[in-house]
């Protein structure tokens, strides 16, 4: 199986930036595409960006498209979402997770997932 632990959570102002890293420390044999999701409490868990693995392909949300830039380090197992230009609508908890394939926007679709980190965006 695969493990996944988030870091790099925390306040920031409205307007700054934040690194979030997502390491698997045991390695990401079977893994396809990884992925950053977000959810607020009575709020479902929705997809922020993807990459390939492999190949690097990536996917973004539109409400972050243009601020958020999702990469990794295949051989540190290792994924990276840096944040920029955050508004208050993005504080959530962000998760890590990992996919086999599927559908990759659905939480459903992922087999393995870290434990989150709190982001917050206010002044």
């Known amino acids: 199986q695969v493990r996944l632990v988030e870091s790099g959570g925390g306040l920031a102002q409205p307007g700054g930036s934040l690194r979030l890293s997502c390491v698997a420390p045991?390695?990401?044999?079977?893994?396809?595409?990884m992925a950053w999701f977000r959810q607020t409490s009575g709020k479902e868990r929705t997809l922020v960006a993807r990459?390939?693995?492999?190949?690097?392909?990536?996917f973004y949300a539109d409400s972050v498209q243009g601020r958020f830039s999702i990469s990794r380090d295949n051989a540190k197992n290792t994924m990276y979402l840096q944040m920029n230009g955050l508004k208050p609508e993005d504080t959530a908890t962000y998760y890590c997770?990992?996919?086999?394939?599927?559908?990759?926007?659905?939480?459903?679709?992922?087999?393995?997932w870290g434990q989150g980190t709190q982001v917050t965006i206010s002044s």
């Open positions: 990459i390939t693995w492999r190949g690097g392909l990536t």
């Open positions: 045991e390695g990401t044999e079977g893994v396809y595409a």
């Open positions: 997770a990992a996919s086999q394939g599927g559908d990759r926007e659905s939480p459903t679709s992922y087999s393995y």
